[in-house]
Nanobody
Framework: QVQLVESGGGLVQAGGSLRLSCAASGRSFSSYGMGWFRQAPGKDREFVSAISRSGGITSYADSVKGRFTISRDNAKNTVYLQMNSLKPEDTAHYYC???????????????????WGQGTQVTVSS
């Protein structure tokens, strides 16, 4: 089972940028589809973005499309989420997740992910 550790969260003003990283342990990182999810206080967890195992296919929630970019470096066992033009409504705890059930495509369904990190907090001030 892959182990995931997120980093890069913090406090930023509206309009600013952050880059989240998710480092995975294990030798089979390139076999996993990867995703980012977020959860704000009092709200359900929601899908943010996902990337196929090769990096050739990506998907985004409508709320972040055009502002966020997901990428991965299989040589470094890391997936990234570049977040630009941040808004206060982006404030949440962000989690990365790994799946062996959807690898050549992407999935927005959290139940299809097999491993989760502890998350990193992103706070956007207005």
């Amino acid at each position: 089972q892959v182990q995931l550790v997120e980093s890069g969260g913090g406090l930023v003003q509206a309009g600013g940028s952050l880059r989240l990283s998710c480092a995975a342990s294990g030798r089979s990182f390139s076999s996993y589809g990867m995703g980012w999810f977020r959860q704000a206080p009092g709200k359900d967890r929601e899908f943010v973005s996902a990337i196929s195992r090769s990096g050739g296919i990506t998907s985004y929630a409508d709320s972040v499309k055009g502002r966020f970019t997901i990428s991965r470096d299989n040589a470094k066992n890391t997936v990234y989420l570049q977040m630009n033009s941040l808004k206060p409504e982006d404030t949440a705890h962000y989690y990365c997740a790994a799946t062996l059930r959807r690898t050549t495509a992407t999935t927005r369904n959290g139940r299809e992910y097999d491993a989760w990190g502890q998350g990193t907090q992103v706070t956007v001030s207005s």
